[in-house]
């Protein structure tokens, strides 16, 4: 890639990031569904994820919205059934109720999880912010952080400070090997299963691809992940 073309694919995958946070932790706003079924924020997101059955998952979303079958409403009772109001079809969105087991086999709150991402969000410079109070291993919160991360790895590129732009890269790296790869997908699924509405339903989905895409192209290029890479391969060599 040059250094162009580097540039727009970190500032997109920064923008998927940021969309994902927004509809998992703010949820469906009019803006919101407008800019997803417009035709302009179809072919953003074709441009970013130019994959078949996504695209026609989307077009399913803006034919039930444009005929009345998908409403704002619609929407936000979906995303609070799903990620506010304990129920049958509640979906913890913390990253600890997935990865801390207890004794009785389920996950808790406030786990080391929550502990050690509220850590790198301060190493980061990051604070609690004012617009919504989550606990720190939220998803979207989690989600959040990446799409920061991108953005100032875009920051350092533009700025021609490949050092800086590299560090952010390598975090974005050790973040989603420590943090979102080992639970999102499993939430993901859990959501297109559950969601009652095309959009959760396809937002399910395409997160879901979205994050096997990450793994297998941009955490594990050597191209992109130098630092990474080379601290991977120490590791295993027991460096």
């Known amino acids: ?11 997109a995958r ?49 034919l039930d919205a444009r005929e009345g ?18 129920g049958s079809r509640y979906l913890s969105p913390y990253e600890s109720v997935y990865r801390s087991k207890t004794a009785s086999g389920w996950g808790c709150l406030c786990g080391p999880e929550a502990m050690a991402v509220e850590r790198l969000y301060l190493k980061a410079g990051l604070g609690p912010s004012d617009e919504f109070a989550e606990l720190p291993d939220h998803v979207g919160v989690e989600l959040e952080f990446m799409a920061v991360l991108g953005l100032k790895a875009v920051e350092a590129m533009q700025a021609g400070d490949a050092t800086t732009a590299r560090d ?33 339903r396809f937002l399910g989905n395409f997160l879901n691809q979205f994050l096997a895409l990450e793994g297998k192209l941009n955490f594990r290029s050597e191209d992109l992940y130098p630092v990474a890479k080379a601290a991977d391969a120490s590791l295993a060599q027991g460096a």
């Not at 420590?178 to 297109?192: C, D, I, Y």
């Open 168 to 200: 952010y890269r390598h975090q974005q790296y050790c973040f989603f090997v420590e943090h979102l790869g080992p639970w999102v997908r499993l939430l993901a699924e859990r959501l297109t299963s559950l969601a009652q509405t095309s959009l959760y």
């Open 69 to 86: 079958r998908l409403t704002l409403e619609e929407a936000v009772l979906d995303f609070e059934a799903l990620f506010r109001v304990p």
């Open 14 to 62: 920064s923008a998927v990031y940021g969309f994902f946070s927004q509809a998992f932790i703010r949820g469906p706003s009019q803006q919101f569904l407008k800019a997803l079924i417009s035709d302009e924020g179809t072919a953003n997101l074709r441009e970013i994820f130019p994959d078949a059955a996504y695209q026609q998952e989307l077009a399913q979303v803006r």
């Open 1 to 11: 890639m040059t250094d162009a073309e580097q540039i727009q694919w970190e500032e």
